[in-house]
């Protein structure tokens, strides 16, 4: 299994229904972070979470992180059709050198039927 | 804040010509860029790694001599797909770090080889 993998890898809903995207990964991690795409387009991000949280919030999102499962949940409360793009959840670790690397899941394809 | 710019975001090319994307931090100086690959509904790729003034670092089964990287400047990383065949037609992503944890990412190009 790849780095980060998403579930489900579809998911729809209904205009106002909470929306539960799930993440697992397989290796230690320094933060995991989530990522908004719109069809075609860039990433845009939403949330970052680190090793040592195990709970965040932004706004209608509420990300969780369990790192003795390896496992981290994406929440979006009272979903609206704007939410309707791909989720991707990300886990950074240190990659060749100094740098970060970041690898990303295959993402869940949301779609909030208005 | 953290603004990263491509150039283009678009790009048509006959099969056998080269095509180079731009990448620019605008607001930051960029110690480090990436370059991502995303194929239709699929998820992004790290495709390789740049330090301003080094060569860069490429992902297993990334073709170094097919996608050359250059990181000139602290603003600027340019990928140039050489020699580019229709398989090569994807999404291509940089994004920029200044040496931390946290990537900012670019709009993304639309490559499509005929």
């Known amino acids: 299994s790849q780095q980060g993998e998403e579930d489900p890898q579809a998911l729809s809903i209904q205009e106002g229904e909470n929306a539960t995207m799930n993440c697992s990964y397989k290796t230690s991690i320094n933060n995991l972070q989530w990522y908004r795409q719109n069809s075609g387009r860039g990433l845009v991000h939403l949330i970052l979470i680190r090793s040592n949280e195990r709970e965040k919030h932004s706004g209608r999102l509420r990300v969780t992180l369990d790192t003795s499962k390896k496992s981290s949940s994406l929440l979006i409360t009272a979903s609206r059709a704007a939410d309707t793009a791909s989720y991707f959840c990300a886990t950074i670790s240190r990659g060749g050198g100094s740098n970060y690397k970041l690898t990303f899941g295959k993402g869940t394809l949301l779609t909030v039927n208005p | 804040g953290a603004v990263v710019s491509q150039h283009p975001s678009r790009v048509i090319c006959k099969s056998g010509t080269s095509v180079k994307i731009e990448c620019r931090s605008l607001?930051?100086?960029?110690?480090?860029m990436f370059w991502y690959r995303q194929f239709p509904k699929q998820s992004l790729m790290l495709m390789a790694t740049?330090?301003?003034?080094?060569?860069?670092?490429?992902e297993q089964g990334v073709e170094k001599d097919k996608f050359l990287i250059n990181h000139a400047s602290l603003t600027l990383s340019t990928l140039t797909v050489t020699s580019a065949h229709p398989e090569d037609s994807s999404f291509y992503i940089c994004?920029?770090?200044?040496?931390?944890?946290?990537?900012?990412f670019g709009p993304g190009t639309r490559l499509t080889v005929l």
């Open positions: 740049s330090n301003e003034g080094s060569k860069a670092t490429y």
């Open positions: 607001d930051f100086q960029a110690t480090t």
């Open positions: 994004s920029a770090s200044t040496g931390g944890d946290e990537q900012f």
